[in-house]
């Protein structure tokens, strides 16, 4: 599995900029970034190449942040392999409570960053069936 | 320690003393002042009708507006030769109240700070750093002769440069804090920030806080933040008054004892202006009977709370006013209850995910009062998800509702993006006052 970190921001102009200008400051690599329309606040994820650093300096900037494991699949670009990794999960029982990408790696397929109530049998599932699930270091 | 014997005197004398004095300062007045020369002979008042401490009731109030209409000095009793400091008051609306001091008003007053300074465990081993502004202010030059009187190291360090502040703590070894008891705990918050455990690393074991009221609620904070085995006393005073010194808690933490042989308190029914029978609450009414410069017979405070008699497990016998349960002038009123911020607050701090800071914003909004209430997230356990986060502001959203019987909107913000104070709080901000 990987690490995410999950961001409390405001609803307010210039506060995902604030979360990365201070990543950029501290040359921090961005790998992904997740966020979506709410009304007052909004739980930003982020995958990045040094989370304990990261969750330390944003922490000293006054952010409230947690490192949680998240599953990373390594998906073919060819179609249907979405459709496939999700129906694993659906048909082990497991449901989904968000969903996002790493895109751009170097010379490597894309990644599927995605959460459940069970991440341990969701990367058990996932292997069973002959998913890469991907580690820090594969990143 | 017990600073003084008239802390110990027995009801008898104490009302003794206060009847003595209140004849004379009354007489004084009559003669000195003709504002009240004019108030007292509109309800047909001579100083000879103050034949016992019950005949106090006849004599007419005395409010904030009276010193604003004879601004600067019309209800002093002495000419300026005579003062030796001039304060004014924070006023935030308005012109200032003017207050002034005799040399022996200022040994008075010194002396009244020095008892509650000690109540809360004051000894002259103590370096004492003073958080207060300094200037017009009264309550950091209060602290700082009634500090220095009982032989404590003093540190005028006054309010703001917050991490000067925590490295003048470090660096003397300051062991008595004075400050309100929000930026006190703002003190912490820098302080933990900037790597230290106030706890462990400072040797603050006293606070004495004042400016604003201290909920029992923020009282544990303090704990928290500052070690269980600090010595958190809360003190109450106004400048109109004397300054601080008017009262303190003892280490007992059962209310604050008054200096009677200084002050006499009545409680008053805001509203019918009768005075209360002992125990009831309502708004303290307090006469100064030994100040020369200004003393003020039967000032409104605004303060509501209620008076306990009974002598203290301390030694003391002086009466102890509760803890505030906040002003008849702060308490708002939204769709038709009244609450008292104190009372929010209460809930807020037993609310372990969120900080210590708040603000909250009461509107109208369709010809109906709303509330909302601003709180910093402090779990970052709650960020796995929306759900979490759901829980928390529907479960703070229904302790409100239990406790003032209306619904407030909660909004969590990010931590630390609170307004932090360095003086008295300003956590209210009501948009009616301009509407119908």
Redesign the interface.
């Known amino acids: 599995m990987i690490k995410q970190l999950s961001v409390f921001v405001q609803n307010e102009v210039g506060s995902l900029a604030g979360v990365t200008s201070i990543l950029k400051e501290n040359n921090i690599n961005l790998k992904a970034i997740a966020s979506f329309d709410t009304p007052e606040f909004a739980i930003l994820r982020i995958v990045v190449d040094q989370p304990d650093k990261a969750k330390i300096l944003l922490a000293e900037n006054g952010y409230a942040v947690k490192i949680t494991e998240a599953v990373a699949v390594e998906l073919e670009d060819v179609p249907g392999t979405l459709n496939g990794m999700l129906t694993v999960i659906a048909e082990a029982n497991l449901g989904i409570n968000y969903i996002y990408s790493i895109v751009i790696r170097h010379k490597k397929a894309p990644l599927i960053i995605v959460n459940t109530d069970n991440l341990e049998k969701t990367v058990t599932v996932l292997r069973e069936n002959g998913y890469l699930v991907a580690d820090q270091e594969d990143l | 320690m017990i600073w003084a014997k008239e802390e110990t005197l027995s009801r008898n004398e104490i009302e003794e003393i206060q009847l003595s004095r209140l004849q004379e300062v009354v007489r004084r007045i009559y003669e000195k002042v003709p504002a009240y020369r004019k108030k007292m002979d509109q309800q047909g008042i001579k100083p000879d009708h103050v034949k016992s401490l019950s005949d106090l009731k006849n004599m007419p109030f005395t409010t904030k507006q009276d010193l604003r209409d004879n601004y600067p000095f019309g209800l002093f009793t002495v000419s300026k030769k005579e003062l030796v400091r001039i304060h004014a008051s924070s006023g935030t609306t308005g012109k200032p109240t003017v207050v002034g001091y005799t040399r022996n008003d200022m040994k008075i007053w010194t002396e009244c700070v020095s008892r509650i300074a000690a109540m809360g465990g004051t000894t002259d081993d103590d370096v004492a750093q003073i958080c207060f502004g300094y200037g017009m202010f009264t309550g950091a030059l209060g602290l700082h002769y009634g500090l220095e009187n009982i032989g404590a190291s003093v540190c005028p360090t006054s309010s703001g440069n917050t991490q000067k502040q925590i490295m003048y703590m470090k660096d003397f070894g300051t062991t008595l804090l004075v400050a309100t008891p929000s930026y006190a705990l703002h003190i912490g918050e820098v302080a933990r920030?900037m790597g230290f455990d106030p706890a462990k690393d400072l040797k603050v074991k006293i606070g004495l806080f004042g400016g604003e009221g201290m909920t029992e609620a923020m009282r544990q904070e303090m704990y928290k933040l500052w070690g269980q085995d600090m010595k958190v006393t809360q003190n109450y005073g106004m400048s109109e008054l004397i300054g601080p010194g008017v009262s303190g808690e003892c280490l007992e933490l059962c209310g604050m004892h008054i200096n009677e042989d200084h002050f006499i308190a009545e409680i008053i029914d805001p509203e019918t202006e009768e005075v209360l029978p002992p125990g009831e609450k309502g708004e303290l009414v307090i006469s100064c009977i030994t100040k020369e410069a200004l003393p003020l017979i039967r000032y409104r405070t605004r303060d509501i709370t209620r008076l306990m008699y009974e002598p203290c497990k301390c030694g003391r016998t002086t009466v102890r006013m509760e803890n505030l349960s906040g002003r008849s002038d702060d308490m708002l009123i939204i769709r038709g209850v009244n609450v008292f911020p104190s009372q929010i607050e209460e809930v807020l701090l037993k609310v372990p995910e969120i900080g210590a800071h708040y603000e909250i914003i009461v509107d109208r909004k369709d010809h109906l009062d709303t509330m909302e209430i601003k709180v910093e997230?402090?779990?970052?356990?709650l960020?796995?998800?929306?759900a979490k986060?759901g829980e928390l502001e529907h479960r703070i959203k229904s302790k409100i509702r239990v406790i003032l019987g209306i619904d407030a909107s909660i909004?969590?913000?990010?931590?630390?993006?609170l307004k932090r104070f360095e003086g008295k709080a300003r956590r209210v901000t009501d948009l009616r006052t301009n509407m119908l």
Do not use: G, I, T
């Open positions: 920030q997230l402090a779990d970052e356990s960020l796995d998800s929306y986060l909004k969590l913000v990010a931590p630390r993006s």
